[in-house]
Nanobody, 124 residues
Framework: QLQLVESGGGLVQPGGSLRLSCSAS????????VGWFRQAPGKEREGVSC????????KYADSVKGRFTISRDNAKSTVYLQMNGLQVDDTAIYYC?????????????????WGQGTQVTVSS
């Protein structure tokens, strides 16, 4: 069974950068679209970004546009989320998830496999 593993989280000052990675065990992460989500304390989970199977199509939440960049290396079966210009409001647990489609689906319910998450804390 496919299991996703996130890495790269940590503590960073406002304005700093982090790169999250999402890799897979028990399978590969090169067949379907992959998304990044986050959940802050006391808030609902929200979609952050998504990338299609080929990588030719990407989507971003308005709150991260221009600051975050999603990419994938199918040969390495890994999806990345480069986060620049981090803000305190970006503090959350970040999850990656694999969709059931080649293109990014509209709803989080269309993502089948989820990782355990990695903590990102932005604080001075």
């Amino acid at each position: 069974q496919l299991q996703l593993v996130e890495s790269g989280g940590g503590l960073v000052q406002p304005g700093g950068s982090l790169r999250l990675s999402c890799s897979a065990s028990g399978g590969t992460l090169d067949y379907f679209a992959v998304g990044w989500f986050r959940q802050a304390p006391g808030k609902e989970r929200e979609g952050v970004s998504c990338i299609s199977r080929s990588g030719s199509s990407t989507k971003y939440a308005d709150s991260v546009k221009g600051r975050f960049t999603i990419s994938r290396d199918n040969a390495k079966s890994t999806v990345y989320l480069q986060m620049n210009g981090l803000q305190v409001d970006d503090t959350a647990i970040y999850y990656c998830a694999e969709a059931r489609t080649w293109v990014c689906p509209p709803a989080s319910a269309d993502f089948a496999s989820w990782g355990q998450g990695t903590q990102v804390t932005v604080s001075s």
